[in-house]
């Protein structure tokens, strides 16, 4: 069982930056890959970004330039830092840990971008 744990949401006005934060229970070296996904009201949920345990990034179209993902290992941290954020970017993120032994979820963290 690996617990997952999301922080940073918040309220930000467009244009604003957020961070994201999320922690697993378990080394990154157990863990094949972290991503974040966000799911808007009415909306299915989408992937926003990952990295895998070697590193190799990848992010969504809508994304792409604005955000990044990135990692401390000591920390078993992934990180998103969210830039120029925009109306469209609200929802609630959540963090998905990818092990051997299976997939864990965050409960993920709500991101409001409103002025």
């Known amino acids: 069982q690996v617990q997952v744990v999301e922080s940073g949401g918040g309220l930000v006005q467009p244009g604003g930056s957020l961070r994201l934060s999320c922690v697993a229970s378990k080394s990154f070296f157990s863990i094949n890959a972290m991503a974040w996904y966000r799911q808007a009201p009415g909306k299915e949920r989408e992937l926003v970004a990952i990295?895998?345990?070697?590193?190799?990034?990848n992010y969504a179209d809508s994304v792409q330039g604005r955000f990044t993902i990135s990692r401390d290992n000591a920390k078993n941290t992934v990180y998103l830092q969210m830039n120029s954020l925009k109306p469209e970017d609200a929802a609630v993120y959540s963090c998905?840990?990818?092990?051997?032994?299976?997939?864990?979820w965050g409960q993920g963290t709500q991101v409001t971008v409103s002025s």
């Open positions: 990295i895998t345990q070697g590193g190799i990034t």
């Open positions: 998905k840990v990818n092990t051997g032994s299976g997939t864990y």
